[in-house]
């Protein structure tokens, strides 16, 4: 699975993005696609998952009712809407899939396939 993610930007404090993923190439394979993102000096961490078998999402607690995954499954493209975006979401983004078990589905370790990220900075 090839993937190209897309939509970063600079912003401020309060506004929305929308990030967009791209996938290509064996996607029949891949039962997830997620956002993950990396802050200067920091770990990357999980953002969302979408499950492709079903469209159940999953967020980490800090963008629950400001983020919103979706899918155009005849895109084969997953978008992420930011909404009232804070300066704490500075990072860069990068979109992932693969075929991770429930319990797994926040590891990056689960994710075989990556986008080249795309950069969010939000300014206060």
């Known amino acids: 699975v090839q993937l190209q993610a897309s939509g970063g930007g600079s912003v401020q404090a309060g506004a929305s993005l929308r990030l967009s993923c791209a996938a290509s190439?064996?996607?029949?394979?891949?039962?997830?696609m997620a956002w993950f993102r990396q802050a200067p000096g920091k770990e990357r961490e999980f953002v969302a998952a979408?499950?492709?078998?079903?469209?159940?999402?999953y967020y980490t607690d800090s963008v629950k009712g400001r983020f919103t995954l979706s899918r155009d499954r005849g895109m084969n493209t997953m978008y992420l809407q930011m909404n009232t975006l804070e300066p704490e979401d500075t990072a860069v983004y990068y979109c992932?899939?693969?075929?991770?078990?429930?319990?797994?589905?926040?590891?990056?370790?689960?994710?075989?396939?990556w986008g080249q990220g795309t950069l969010v900075t939000v300014s206060s």
């Open positions: 979408l499950r492709l078998d079903g469209g159940y999402t």
């Open positions: 992932a899939a693969g075929s991770p078990i429930l319990s797994q589905i926040r590891a990056y370790s689960s994710y075989r396939s």
């Open positions: 190439g064996r996607t029949f394979s891949a039962r997830a």
